[in-house]
């Protein structure tokens, strides 16, 4: 255990080909977003040019900005950004009436105005929007001030409002129309994603007649991960279809019964190799007959199953009478119909405007501060060199600025990198192709082709879409110069300075002055991993009601969900910072990734020891044999929060008597004959030791 207590960082060479292969591999939907990124860029590159329409490389880029993953939450984004730009704009007029000759108010509003930005944008209910405006109004102070006078001012206000609101109705309407990215669709294919992994799982059951043995990390990842993502699915989805929320209740079983069923799948593929009888092999046979008609049903909005007239006979081999019960839930879910459910008679909670420790935190303040010296620092120093086109740096503080430095650092390397790819493109296209251009066609086609290149990156996850919007964006400024053809080089030198200079700042900021590292944060997070596992490793107890287990059961599960998807992404995060300082108190790479794998392993572990099939071996023991486990169990949960606050503290372990429990258990267990239940309370032990 003293590998978590201050392992210092070695060396650390991330594999960041093998990463860009696998960021950049195809997956469904992101063809149709880079094609309606495509065709979006296209039409707002003729109709900005045959209207003369300036800043046509701000329009080209709202359009990546906005277009999302589906329509329902593009068409959110869209208005979001209209609403806060239009009263972005309104608000930056109103305050010129003061400032417009008096830079001495106006830089201290423009401080205001980004403090205000970053605050809103961690304690706001609508954080986005808080930011949008905020930022925004700053940003264009800092544009107005180079108009000679006011009637140039308003006239640039207004036009750069036109520049900007059009591209992104027309965004929202293309994404309606072309190719729609449809949140049904995706909770539909998400549910086919578990039932394919089982389907897949029964047939090499059916095929190589055993079960077990299997190493398989991407069904590992969809097993412990949780409906999250699914149910937000389902939000989208109910927004366009008002029809689903009748089905509210249902659709969540639904949603519920396919994190069971990809966690009893994992649990039937991950087991010990076993033979399986032939009873049990046509039983799989059923199984998975029962699967492939929940498929075929699966995309109807209405109920079009009904209830089992004789129930199944259940399969002998535990796991595989788990994944029945599974499929079960999943076929009892979409069974049901309507329910009194309405957007209109359902208990709503008033949701207040800011969260709970907006004026309490000290961190929102402290982050919002930092940005706003990184921010203005860069804008006093570009106008003090005379040097405007670095204006980029005072944009880079304030969109790289994230909960911790790791985040931080690592979306300023997307930033960067993604410009340099931008401005490389819009270098060779400026000495290779504008001078052979005749017409606006040649130039439609040219920016088409780029804009597949930037909008298939920006269509990729989170771990590399940000730098594909850059990209986009570093190839607009770069070719898009004036209404008519431009060669100026320097365009593409002073954006990567400015990235740069802003990249620098940032890190120094969040480096020295209250710095959140994302690997205290990870810290904190593993430490609450560790202690979720260890209240669902207490159940169930000796003597409690099955029922108040199954409720406690139900919300530890979903935290311990959200805390392994945090675990994965603060462990990127505190690679980065790994990389780029040397904190005594860092993960070595190696380790995180031991963390990672393990507690992913004890979550599914833990989970499946509270699933109906064990639930039932377990009521099947004897006192005796409950007692001990249950004195196991509270010997494991007490060794589980001692190593969560080794973890937190970065402290060695304290000692704890594990094996003698152990031991004393396997007296026990070992009289026990014709139940599964033992052998995965081994697997937990087993588990619990080798994550330490």
Excluded at 35 to 43: D, E, N, Q
Excluded at 137 to 149: F, H, N, R
Excluded at 523 to 532: F, G, H, I, P, S
Aim: neutral net charge; proline residues 5%; aromatic residues 10%.
């Amino acid at each position: 255990m003293n590998s978590f207590a201050c392992a210092p960082l070695k060396d650390f060479r991330p594999a960041w080909l093998v990463w860009l292969r696998r960021e950049l591999a195809p997956f469904p939907g992101r063809k149709e977003m880079t094609i309606r990124l495509v065709v979006t860029t296209a039409i707002v590159t003729v109709l900005s040019l045959a209207l003369q329409v300036p800043q046509l490389a701000f329009s080209a880029f709202f359009c990546f900005f906005v277009t999302k993953e589906n329509r329902v939450l593009t068409s959110f984004t869209g208005v979001l950004m209209i609403i806060a730009i239009t009263c972005a704009t309104i608000i930056n007029l109103l305050l010129y009436t003061w400032v417009f000759d008096y830079p001495e108010y106006r830089i201290p509003v423009m401080a205001c105005l980004i403090f205000c930005a970053m605050f809103l944008s961690r304690t706001f209910v609508i954080g986005p929007l808080g930011f949008a405006v905020g930022f925004f109004s700053a940003l264009m102070l800092t544009v107005g001030e180079a108009a000679p006078d006011t009637d140039t001012l308003v006239r640039n206000e207004l036009w750069l409002w036109v520049a900007v609101v059009y591209p992104i109705a027309l965004t929202v309407f293309v994404n309606q129309l072309l190719l729609p990215a449809d949140p049904w669709t995706a909770l539909v294919k998400a549910l086919e994603l578990r039932l394919d992994a089982a389907s897949t799982a029964l047939n090499r059951v059916i095929r190589e007649g055993s079960a077990g043995g299997q190493d398989n990390q991407p069904l590992l990842n969809l097993a412990t991960r949780g409906g999250t993502p699914m149910l937000g699915y389902l939000g989208f989805a109910e927004m366009q279809y008002p029809e689903l929320k009748r089905r509210h209740p249902f659709l969540v079983e639904t949603i519920s019964a396919a994190s069971h069923l990809a966690n009893a799948t994992a649990s039937l593929e991950f087991r010990d190799p076993r033979a399986v009888s032939p009873e049990d092999i046509l039983r799989a046979k059923t199984l998975l007959s029962e699967i492939e008609q929940l498929e075929s049903v699966l995309p109807e909005k209405e109920r079009v199953l009904s209830s089992h007239k004789t129930p199944l006979t259940p399969p002998e081999l535990p796991q595989l009478r788990e994944l029945g019960f599974a499929i079960e839930s999943f076929r009892d879910s979409m069974v049901q119909g309507a329910s009194d459910y309405s957007s209109t008679n359902i208990a709503k909670t008033k949701k207040p405007l800011f969260s709970p420790d907006a004026f309490t935190n000290p961190n929102h303040v402290r982050f919002a501060l930092k940005v706003t010296f990184a921010a203005m620092l860069c804008y006093i120093l570009y106008n003090s060199l005379h040097w405007p086109g670095i204006s980029t740096s005072f944009i880079t503080c304030c969109f790289i600025a994230l909960g911790n430095t790791g985040a931080t650092i690592y979306k300023s390397w997307l930033r960067f990198f993604g410009c340099l790819a931008g401005g490389f493109a819009g270098y060779l296209s400026i000495f290779l192709f504008l001078p052979h251009m005749v017409s606006i066609t040649s130039l439609v086609l040219l920016t088409a082709t780029v804009s597949a290149l930037a909008g298939w990156v920006a269509g990729g996850t989170e771990r590399i879409s940000y730098a594909g919007l850059q990209f986009a964006f570093a190839f607009y400024l770069s070719i898009f110069q004036g209404l008519e053809p431009d060669v100026n080089l320097t365009t593409i030198r002073d954006r990567l300075v400015g990235i740069l200079l802003g990249t620098f700042v940032s890190a120094v900021m969040f480096r020295y002055i209250w710095p959140e590292h994302a690997t205290d944060q990870l810290r904190a997070t593993l430490a609450q991993l560790l202690r979720t596992v260890s209240q669902l490793v207490c159940l169930p107890q000796t003597g409690s009601a099955m029922q108040s287990s199954a409720d406690k059961t139900k919300s530890l599960h979903a935290a311990l969900s959200r805390d392994l998807d945090s675990v994965l992404v603060l462990s990127e995060q505190a690679a980065v910072e790994n990389v780029m300082f040397d904190n005594p108190k860092t993960f070595s790479a190696n380790l995180m990734e031991h963390i990672s794998s393990h507690a992913q392993v004890l979550g599914l572990i833990t989970t499946g020891l509270l699933r109906r099939t064990k639930l039932e071996e377990w009521q099947l023991l004897d006192q005796t044999a409950q007692t001990s486990e249950a004195e196991l169990r509270e010997v494991v949960a007490d060794y589980l929060q001692r190593m969560a606050v080794s973890v937190e503290s970065c402290q060695p372990l304290s000692s704890c008597d594990l094996d003698s429990a152990y031991a004393r258990w396997n007296l026990t267990a070992a009289g026990i004959a014709g139940n599964d239940r033992p052998r995965l309370v081994r697997r937990l032990v087993d588990q619990v030791q080798n994550l330490a």
